[in-house]
């Protein structure tokens, strides 16, 4: 992981893709609100400059994610089928192997015909020309510039399905609806003209926000009711296993942001959801809050990568391949070993 950083500007990303012929646009698996814009919005500009683009999306995709793309725009599956004449890859929103396992392939047989753009400060040599900017709040604002650099206009891409509407969910999303200390003027400069391109972004929370199914609530529940507290009530964590999602009729889909609701309490700075995804897999999502008086920063990023995982350093997850109760004790023998900042 160590040496990942640009090899290229986006200028050299578009021209690479304007020189191509048949181009998938891809990102990690279990793709989320930015992984999907970033794909929605690369395949929509290329597209309307006459390109040949296809996204693809790999692992399960939430019903509210995919909605975003217009029906037959993304080709889902695990691993997607690619056609034999795609000559170039754009991969967004990730630049790791242990994200992209569904593709690692297809994606290693194209070697050297792969570019990237990532706001993730780990990840490996899968695009040979890369864009990696960890100052960017989410991928689409990276996307925001390819599609500039492309020559197109987004104040005339703006609306329901537009290139403008696939920026603005990434962008929201990844800055948990601008609330992030991720967000700068230039976050908020851009979200000002997606929104003056025509993005309803009422209809896009309503979307991506308030549109679960009744299953989430009884799965919310069984999560809260197993919380445990650690290090002074300082960490949470909380269990679902897979009893808990077939007692429910809940899925991997319906448990997004579940990892959050501990942090509304005051006195917790890090919250750990453990997930069974399948016998001897364990999913980890780690969130810590922002630092403030009293209130220190933990780095999940760095947490996570103990774990062979990764993110940002309030934002961060990991796929263990151990059971359940294996998952937990590592996660909790790791969290003893967490250095705490003094609080002030």
Request: glycine share 12%; charged share 20%; hydrophobic share 45%.
């Amino acid at each position: 992981m160590s040496g990942y950083a640009s090899t290229a500007t986006i200028a050299q990303i578009a021209q690479r893709l304007r020189g191509a012929k048949h181009i998938a646009v891809v990102t990690h698996a279990r793709p989320d609100g930015d992984a999907a814009g970033s794909v929605l919005a690369a395949v929509r500009a290329l597209r309307a400059v006459g390109l040949r683009a296809e996204g693809f999306f790999c692992g399960s995709v939430d019903p509210n994610i995919q909605a975003l793309a217009r029906a037959g725009e993304t080709v889902h599956g695990n691993p997607p089928t690619m056609d034999a004449d795609i000559d170039l890859a754009l991969l967004v929103d990730t630049g790791s192997w242990n994200q992209v396992e569904p593709l690692d392939g297809w994606l290693k047989s194209m070697a050297g015909r792969v570019v990237g753009l990532d706001h993730h400060g780990r990840g490996d040599p899968i695009a040979s020309d890369r864009v990696v900017d960890t100052s960017s709040a989410a991928a689409t604002q990276m996307v925001a510039q390819l599609v500039e650099a492309l020559g197109i206009d987004l104040s005339k891409h703006g609306g329901r399905y537009s290139i403008a509407e696939a920026l603005f969910a990434g962008l929201a999303t990844d800055t948990g609806w601008f609330r992030f200390q991720s967000v700068t003027p230039a976050v908020l400069a851009l979200a000002s003209r997606l929104l003056a391109a025509g993005v309803d972004h009422v209809h896009l929370h309503q979307l991506l926000e308030e549109n679960g199914r009744p299953a989430r609530l009884g799965v919310t529940a069984r999560a809260l009711s197993s919380v445990t507290l650690h290090r002074e009530g300082r960490i949470a964590v909380m269990l679902l296993a897979g009893s808990d999602f077939a007692a429910t009729g809940a899925g991997s889909d319906d448990i997004g942001g579940i990892v959050n609701v501990p942090l509304t309490i005051g006195g917790i700075e890090m919250s750990c959801l453990l997930s069974e995804q399948s016998p001897g897999v364990t999913k980890c999502s780690f969130r810590s809050k922002p630092a403030g008086e009293g209130q220190p920063s933990i780095d999940v990023n760095a947490f996570a990568a103990q774990f062979g995982g990764g993110g940002h350093r309030l934002a961060a997850g990991a796929r263990i391949a151990r059971p359940l109760a294996e998952a937990r004790a590592l996660v909790e023998s790791a969290l003893k070993a967490l250095v705490l900042r003094t609080r002030s």
